[in-house]
């Protein structure tokens, strides 16, 4: 095994960050329509609401994906750092 640590490159540390933000962007306005749908339904329609219900709809997956993405990314980093330590 080696005694390197293993660091992630800067695509997985942007994806990262990128994921975790869109997730919880998208799960605050999803709360932040919860709430004021339960207060006043018909606000719902006006204004900047239904963007911010779409940002809900649309921020999840995109999250989900970019996680997918940073997972197999990682995998196969070490992957091949696992490989290059077996050879030697």
């Known amino acids: 095994m080696s005694s390197e640590p293993n660091s992630p490159t800067l695509l997985e540390r942007i994806l ?3 994921s975790l933000s869109i997730i919880a962007i998208a799960l605050l306005s999803f709360f ?3 709430i004021v749908g339960m207060n006043d339904r018909e606000a719902m329609a006006d204004g900047l ?7 809900s709809l649309i921020g999840l997956p995109i ?14 980093r070490r992957r091949r750092e696992f490989r290059a330590s ?3």
């Open 16 to 18: 990262a960050f990128a």
């Open 86 to 88: 077996t050879q030697r």
């Open 32 to 34: 932040v329509t919860l």
């Open 63 to 76: 999250g989900f994906v970019l996680l997918i993405i940073l997972l197999i990314l990682s995998q196969r």
């Open 49 to 55: 609401w239904p963007i911010v219900y779409g940002i």
